[in-house]
């Protein structure tokens, strides 16, 4: 148990719809990280947030945002979902900006 | 642009011998690298990692090695086990750009009985 908590682990939903991913990081954590894995591929970096400010963003789409809240956790939305998002979504979280992350179990998430 | 390769999408290996996992990369910016073990329906575990400035480190059973002049790393597992069989993410990392990291495609490493 890397101390990582992803909610939900699956999700079903469909075309056109919108949905939020959830992220709690590790005690102490400032750091949270959100990567994309889709079928046979590594995992793609999508943005980073940092005490709650965002840090570094990678190649997320614009139909996706995220936040941090003041509580540190954070949440990833996906909206006006298509068929080519359907993929495992992880979330890591790291004491500060240079240090080692830790990865949730991910949420898998199918659009239909 | 894939700056991160793993060109072996699997790898199978017999108990109690050596497994061999590469990676090639191409951004000489890269500082940091590291090797991640993930299992079906878990997240990425670290397992070990490696700076720039060194060319081996080791942990127990297992070893990664850097060539910075091929921006090559490799991690060997000895004696591989068959717990070990999982799929394995190589890493590296941007100083500049904090923890972020830039992942392989994964190689499938199973370690028969």
């Known amino acids: 148990d890397s101390g990582v908590t992803q909610t939900p682990k699956h999700l079903i939903t469909a075309t056109g719809q919108r949905v939020t991913l959830r992220c709690s990081p590790r005690s102490g954590d400032l750091s949270v990280y959100w990567y994309q894995q889709s079928l046979d591929q590594g995992l793609q970096f999508l943005i980073q947030y940092y005490n709650g400010e965002e840090r570094a963003k990678g190649n997320i789409l614009e139909r996706f945002s995220a936040q941090q809240f003041p509580d540190l956790h954070s949440e990833l939305n996906l909206s006006s979902l298509e068929l080519g998002d359907s993929a495992l979504y992880f979330c890591a979280s790291s004491v500060g900006i240079n240090t080692e992350a830790f990865f949730g179990q991910g949420t898998r998430l199918t659009v239909v | 642009d894939q700056q991160v390769k793993q060109n072996s999408p699997s790898l199978s290996v017999q108990e109690g011998r050596i497994s061999i996992l590469n990676c090639d990369y191409t951004?000489?910016?890269?500082?940091?690298f590291l090797w991640y073990k993930k299992y079906p329906a878990e997240g990425p575990t670290f397992l070990i990692s490696i700076s720039s400035i060194k060319d081996k480190n080791e942990d127990g059973r297992f070893t990664v090695f850097l060539n910075k002049s091929a921006k090559h790393l490799s991690l060997h597992i000895v004696p591989s086990q068959p717990g070990d069989s999982a799929v394995y993410f190589c890493?590296?990392?941007?100083?500049?750009?904090?923890?972020?990291?830039?992942f392989g495609e994964g190689t499938q490493l199973t370690v028969n009985p």
């Open positions: 951004n000489s910016m890269f500082d940091y």
């Open positions: 890493a590296a990392r941007l100083w500049t750009s904090g923890s972020r990291l830039t």
